[in-house]
C-alpha cells in the first residue's frame, strides 16, 4: 500500500468553489484501478508555523494498491485529471505532491 499525498492551498475568494469541485475529483480519482480510497483533511496554516494568510488548505491521502498503479495513474490519468483543475482554477491554487511508502506500523501499548 502506498499514500499519494496531495497539498493543497487554495485563495480563500475561490475555497467554497475548489472545495465542490474537490470532493468529485477525488471520488473519480478512488474509482480508478488500483486505488483504495482517499481521506480529505482541511489544514491551517497555524498548524505548519505559518502566518495566517488566509488561505486554505487540504491534504488529500490517496491509498493505492502499489507502486504500479500509481505509475499508470501518473502516465495514463494525472495530466488530464491536473488539467482540469488549472481550466477551472488556474491562479488561484497551488499543489504539491509526495508517495509515503510504509516502513513499520506502532501500537499504543495496551
Known amino acids: ?4 499525498e ?3 492551498t487554495v485563495d480563500a475568494d475561490a475555497a467554497e468553489a475548489f472545495e465542490a469541485w474537490l470532493v468529485p475529483h477525488v471520488d473519480a480519482l478512488c474509482a480508478l484501478p488500483g486505488f483504495v480510497g482517499a481521506t480529505r483533511y482541511r489544514r491551517r496554516a497555524a498548524d505548519e508555523g505559518a502566518d495566517d ?4 488548505r487540504w491534504t488529500v491521502h490517496y491509498r493505492l494498491r502499489d507502486r504500479a498503479a500509481l505509475e499508470t ?3 495514463e490519468h494525472a495530466p488530464a485529471f491536473r488539467q482540469d483543475g488549472l481550466d477551472r482554477f488556474g491562479g488561484r491554487f497551488a499543489a504539491d505532491r509526495r508517495v509515503l511508502a510504509p516502513v513499520g506500523e506502532h501500537d499504543a501499548p495496551a
Open 6 to 8: 496531495v497539498n493543497l
Open 1 to 4: 500500500m502506498l499514500i499519494y
Open 73 to 75: 495513474y501518473l502516465d
Open 53 to 56: 494568510d488566509g488561505r486554505v
